[in-house]
């Protein structure tokens, strides 16, 4: 499975590192394109391409919040997003979740067995909804209007 991965993180490093895990992790074919904030992400998000994001929470100029509900507004179909951050608080997992629509929380520091971990379950609805003839993305986007 190819994916189109946009990685939106103000840390050069750390976009380094999530997308060597990503390859690592083996849970599909990835091509990714980088982001070093929300305004640069919403420049590079393409929606026709861009098949799940990974983004940052505390980013300069748009935090990794603002960019996936600008995303959110301005889809076409459905696109996953992936926060990968520092912040672990409750209160802040629930408002990634509820209030942006994040679909997978990941804690920096991360292992590669972590991410694996977390996202499987994702990859498993996308191969079980290719393999039944519909993308899991559009049944997504179904499902959210």
């Known amino acids: 499975m190819n994916i189109n991965a946009l990685v939106v993180d103000d840390s050069g490093i750390m976009r380094k590192l999530v997308m060597r895990s990503l390859k690592e992790a083996e849970l ?77 929380f990941i804690v920096k520091p991360f292992t590669v067995d972590v991410l694996k971990s977390k996202l499987e379950p994702l990859f498993d609805k996308i191969a079980a909804a290719q393999q039944n003839g519909g993308g899991f993305f559009s049944k997504l986007a179904n499902k959210l209007n």
């Open 28 to 104: 599909a074919s990835f091509i990714f394109t980088e982001a070093k904030d929300g305004m640069e992400g919403l420049e590079k998000f393409d929606p026709d391409k861009t098949d799940m994001m990974f983004v940052d929470w505390n980013m300069p100029n748009m935090n990794g919040i603002d960019f996936i509900k600008k995303v959110r507004e301005a889809q076409k179909r459905y696109v996953p997003a992936v926060m990968i951050t520092t912040e672990s608080t409750m209160e802040k997992v629930e408002e990634a979740l509820n209030e942006a629509g994040v679909d997978t």
